[in-house]
């Protein structure tokens, strides 16, 4: 190689002398990244959006406001839309009787709580003490038999020797089966029948045998029974009588922590449920008794209080509001032997149904649920921007994330405002970690946590209307069915028929004058019934809805379509000859008219009703030939003795024959 060459070629850096370059720009490129990193931390994670914004879109209303004037008070909002003038006065039904009665149930535990109801209804806590005393039927005759034992030696011995008796025959079959498949000897049989009545040992339980007395036809000559009637008589005579006024408010009460309105509902419930079971107590010692009319005023009692309990503002008063008065369609007013309802007094209940007050149903709790919704919110709202060095518990940990509130709140009307429309679709959002990584999605998924827990058992609260405005359909329906039969002398026939014994007219016809509406009855009177239902004349009527015959549930029910159907067979309280049948002599718990799923049977057809050998196959959810369920888990079904009750679809086939037949000794 020459110089020249050697003088031309680059010189080559020793390696040592790159590493000083290499690890500078290393760590820029870690800090660089660092810093990015720190900023998408802080921007999705730390950062928080605009301030909260009381507006009708975000907070829904934007009064009354907290004292400070910086939250919406949701707890001051229901309780200005929902307590009347005349609160805080005697024309105030609640009022008289927590007066009177007292806190009976302990339901408000807390003295200061219950010191604040009494103050909310214009009442002294120290001063007004309680002047009647009032105890569930149920828990008199438990406490009866701890403090009055000997009341029960009778009772005890009788079911002593009913148990006896049932059980041998027990015994009994069970050697029959076992000798017909083996030969055992006679110590083997001694045997077995030593470990029967060691395993089948016999104990008194108090609220067992109540709720089979309750059942009974003798429950009114029970002298525990009598005497529970002689010691609350006078307590269920005052609430019968605040219950036909027309205001039965109470007041909400919720300490002064967060999520108040949720809270608030919980003091209403307990002793409502209690005093609806003392009325249907006294109803059927009354019927039992032969004081027909008595029980026929505490029946629409058990209705009136029942609406006025789910006219309050929450989902809990609404459902308890609605059970109180499946309580009073529960109750029988025909089912006893030496006495029976005449005429004037059936006409009496049914008037009385047909003029109830009218629930406010589901759209008003939905009006609670969006403030009890909007109102936890804005308590994390406001424990989040509290000193994070506070004890908040879930408000405290959530303040150390940003959140864009006005997001959250507006994905909190939206639900419901989509709830309000009927285009509401319920789904369970994912609460996955990566929710959290973005402002967005963070905070609709802090609103999506109140959704569901309070918004979406809201919008399963319909079924339960749905299925308590079929009762009192069905109610009605049985009714009418009685007094077409006083009247008469018989029930409806299946069908009206001509001269050729051709059906005319369904019975849903020829019960229109009973139902206790006069737009109905002059219906009736313009059908002309000597026609068959689909002549000329009569077709003009097919479309017409009647809300009586149609449950609110079966949204496919076309109009003038039909969700209700009798059972025809030989031997049944409806057949196939056009011919009406007598309805004494008949089990108590005999079916007499059921729902069906079918939405193309007209409500004047007269041939569409359901066989007996489809009845006894129980409820089914696709054939329109049986006895369906509209309502979740079963069907309503009204029974001979003027009861309607929900029958389970879980129910053998058994079960449903012997309601069929007549022959079923309990009620489902």
Not at 334 to 358: I, M
Not at 366 to 390: P, T
């Amino acid at each position: 190689m020459t110089e020249s060459t050697s003088l031309s070629m680059p010189k080559l850096m020793p390696e040592e002398n790159f590493r000083p370059e290499r690890k500078i720009g290393c760590l820029t490129y870690c800090c660089v990244i660092g810093f990015v990193v720190i900023v998408l931390v802080w921007f999705n994670i730390f950062r928080n959006g605009p301030p909260l914004r009381i507006s009708p879109e975000t907070t829904y209303i934007t009064e009354p406001l907290t004292p400070d004037s910086r939250y919406v008070d949701y707890f001051a909002a229901l309780e200005q839309r929902i307590y009347p003038p005349e609160m805080q006065t005697d024309d105030n039904g609640y009022r008289v009787v927590l007066r009177v009665l007292g806190d009976f149930a302990n339901e408000t535990r807390d003295t200061e709580l219950l010191r604040q109801r009494y103050e909310k209804l214009g009442l002294d806590y120290t001063l007004d003490k309680p002047t009647l005393t009032y105890i569930e039927p149920e828990e008199f005759f438990k406490k009866r038999y701890i403090s009055h034992p000997e009341e029960f030696e009778d009772i005890i011995a009788a079911e002593n020797e009913r148990y006896a008796i049932e059980k041998n025959e027990e015994l009994q079959q069970e050697i029959a089966d076992i000798e017909a498949v083996s030969n055992f000897t006679t110590a083997e049989k001694e045997e077995i029948i030593a470990w029967f009545w060691e395993s089948n040992q016999y104990s008194f339980d108090p609220i067992d045998y109540w709720r089979s007395l309750h059942e009974s036809s003798e429950f009114h000559k029970n002298p525990i029974v009598q005497k529970w009637l002689v010691e609350n008589n006078a307590a269920i005579d005052l609430l019968a009588e605040q219950v036909q006024k027309p205001i039965f408010v109470m007041p909400y009460i919720g300490g002064d922590g967060a999520f108040r309105l949720i809270a608030a509902p919980c003091y209403n419930g307990l002793s409502m449920s209690v005093l609806a079971r003392g009325l249907e107590t006294r109803a059927k010692i009354r019927i039992g008794s032969g004081d027909i009319g008595g029980a026929i005023d505490d029946i629409m009692a058990c209705y009136h209080f029942g609406r006025h309990i789910e006219k309050q503002a929450s989902r809990i008063e609404g459902l308890i509001g609605i059970a109180i008065e499946n309580i009073a369609h529960s109750m029988a007013f025909d089912g006893h032997s030496e006495f029976r309802v005449n005429a004037e007094q059936l006409k009496r209940l049914q008037d009385g149904l047909a003029t109830l007050p009218p629930q406010q149903g589901f759209w008003h709790i939905l009006e609670y649920g969006r403030l009890a919704c909007l109102d936890s919110m804005m308590d994390v709202f406001k424990g989040a921007i509290a000193d994070s060095g506070s004890e908040g518990g879930i408000m405290t940990r959530v303040g150390i994330f940003g959140m864009d509130w006005n997001l959250g709140f507006k994905k909190i009307n939206k639900v419901f405002d989509e709830m309000d429309a009927g285009t509401f679709t319920s789904t369970r959002p994912s609460m996955s970690l990566v929710r959290w990584l973005t402002l967005k999605s963070r905070s609709e998924a802090m609103a999506d946590i109140f959704i569901n827990m309070l918004a979406l058992p809201v919008e399963a609260t319909k079924d339960a209307y749905h299925r308590v405005e079929c009762a009192m359909n069905m109610k009605r329906i049985v009714l009418a069915m009685h007094l077409y039969e006083r009247e008469h002398g018989t029930l409806p026939p299946t069908f009206s028929v001509d001269a050729d014994g051709k059906p005319l007219h369904s019975w849903r016809t020829l019960l229109l004058p009973y139902l206790g509406d006069t737009e109905l009855a002059e219906l009736y009177a313009q059908i002309r019934l000597n026609e068959p239902w689909n002549s000329e004349h009569n077709r003009q009527f097919h479309k017409r809805s009647i809300d009586v015959y149609r449950c609110p549930s079966n949204k496919s029910m076309l109009n003038g379509g039909t969700s209700y159907a009798v059972i025809v067979g030989d031997g049944l309280l409806f057949t196939n000859d056009g011919i009406g049948q007598t309805i004494t002599e008949r089990g108590r718990n005999m079916l007499m008219i059921v729902e069906r799923s079918n939405a193309t049977v007209c409500w004047m057809q007269p041939d569409a009703e359901i066989s007996q050998a489809n009845a006894e196959l129980g409820i089914s959810h696709s054939s329109s030939t049986q006895i369906s369920n509209n309502h979740t888990g079963g069907a309503n079904i009204g029974l001979r003795d003027g009861s309607v009750a929900f029958i389970s679809e879980m129910e053998p086939p058994a079960f449903f024959g012997e309601l069929v037949r007549g022959t079923a000794k309990e009620k489902p």
